[in-house]
């Protein structure tokens, strides 16, 4: 994808006002700070730490301990008005970094392989500027959402009321993402990331020998019948105009060469932009499934999760933040306006429950060996993004909260 674009080497920061130019260095010491202790979902307790820490010294109001590890600041303006609240997610993966950086994780086992770092940094320097130059009108809350990459941290959050008191009229979000080059800013009304389902099945057959196959019922065989049966789901029962994706990722069955296997058990990740799709890939996957089953003798158990719903902008907001880039990027041509992805986000059920708008900041830069894809042990990106990152949020917040 990367290569797709032009690879600037550098990114052009001119359009950013000079107080957030010379809020770099902090930018990058306190991303380095969190790139060097990560923490899985819900377990984010230096680093919920680290963020109160910095309100409370900005002097910016706000509740820790929010659905286990959020937090959720908030900055009045001058006077009455609408209510816009970002979000930043902070935990980390369960990936053991092999970066060779001072910065690197400090936790075994543990990376910050996504940008979360970067978004949590991004946030506190619009906290930060933000507390200094309140906005005309209304109230921005920055929500800090554990738990993006599992179990789910933005549904807790919302059970816990952060949309109301007072009531949130729009959200916005970013994500660094190292499949663009530095600069680009990727922002679409409408559906932008897909939706993410899981399923797992268990096939039972008949074990035996491997020399005797007629007295058994081949559960690897069956399985295998229904992965490449899975694959008709989107190239022949969905319209060939709705993007759609189902893959099988796991596969397991057997214990030894001359033994066949009772049963045989896979799972995978169903993906889809248009919710209407979800109950007929639902009913197609377990109807192949029954069917393939059905036909060999062998019995089966399915379970389905809705996992994340697509990420849906919605078109008003998209627009604020297109214009709010066209302001800070190099070039028009450096807004890309239909881009979509495959993957999937919680930021989707904020966006269920108000009007918003989740937007990619491209942050990676091939010149520097800064472009390792998203959940890769290498992930890094340039940290030169990490200020236009904030200009975008304070533009946003100056034009809505007014």
Same mark, same amino acid.
């Given at each position: ?14 359009? *950013? ?15 380095? &700070? ?48 609408? !209510? ?8 980390? @993966? ?6 060779? !950086? ?79 080059? @530095? ?43 229904? *992965? ?9 029962? @969905? ?37 209407? @799709? ?27 999760? &809705? ?20 302001? !800070? *990027? ?38 520097? &060996? ?33």
């Amino acid at each position: 994808m990367v290569s797709t674009f032009p690879s600037p080497a550098t990114v052009d920061l001119s359009q *950013v006002r000079l107080e957030i130019r010379a809020m770099h260095s902090a930018l990058v010491q306190w991303r380095r &700070n969190l790139h060097q202790h990560p923490e899985l979902g819900f377990q984010e307790h230096l680093t919920a730490a680290f963020v109160s820490e910095k309100l409370q010294s900005w002097g910016v109001k706000h509740i820790p301990g929010v659905a286990g590890t959020g937090i959720v600041a908030t900055i009045e303006g001058q006077k009455p008005g609408p !209510v816009l609240a970002i979000r930043a997610d902070m935990d980390a @993966l369960p990936i053991q970094e092999q970066n060779d !950086v001072p910065y690197r994780s400090q936790h075994q086992g543990l990376m910050h392989a996504c940008g979360h770092d970067g978004h949590t940094a991004i946030a506190l320097g619009t906290a930060k500027y933000l507390a200094a130059h309140p906005p005309a009108a209304g109230v921005v809350k920055i929500i800090f959402q554990p738990a993006e990459e599992g179990p789910g941290g933005a549904k807790p959050m919302i059970e816990a009321g952060v949309l109301e008191n007072p009531p949130t009229d729009a959200i916005i979000g970013l994500h660094l993402w190292n499949n663009l080059p @530095l600069g680009t800013v990727a922002v679409r009304p409408g559906p932008f990331m897909a939706a993410s389902d899981c399923f797992k099945c268990t096939i039972f057959g008949k074990g035996g020998h491997g020399a005797i196959p007629h007295q058994t019922i081949d559960s690897i065989l069956v399985a295998a019948q229904v *992965v490449q049966a899975l694959q008709t789901i989107v190239s022949r029962n @969905l319209d060939p105009l709705d993007a759609a994706v189902v893959t099988v990722g796991e596969l397991h069955a057997g214990t030894a060469k001359n033994v066949i296997a009772h049963k045989a058990e896979l799972s995978g990740t169903v993906r889809y932009f248009k919710p209407e @799709l979800l109950l007929h890939i639902r009913q197609r996957l377990e109807q192949i499934i029954a069917g393939v089953c059905q036909a060999h003798g062998a019995t089966y158990e399915l379970d389905y999760l &809705n996992v994340y719903p697509p990420v849906i902008n919605d078109d008003r907001i998209a627009n604020l933040i297109r214009s709010c880039a066209a302001e !800070v *990027v190099e070039t028009p041509s450096s807004i890309l306006l239909e881009y979509q992805t495959m993957g999937s986000e919680d930021m989707s059920f904020f966006l269920q429950e108000v009007p918003g708008c989740y937007f990619f900041l491209g942050s990676a830069n091939p010149s520097k &060996n800064l472009a390792y894809p998203h959940h890769h042990p290498r992930f890094d990106f340039d940290e030169s993004i990490l200020s236009m990152g904030v200009e975008i949020f304070v533009r946003c917040t100056e034009k809505f909260c007014q």
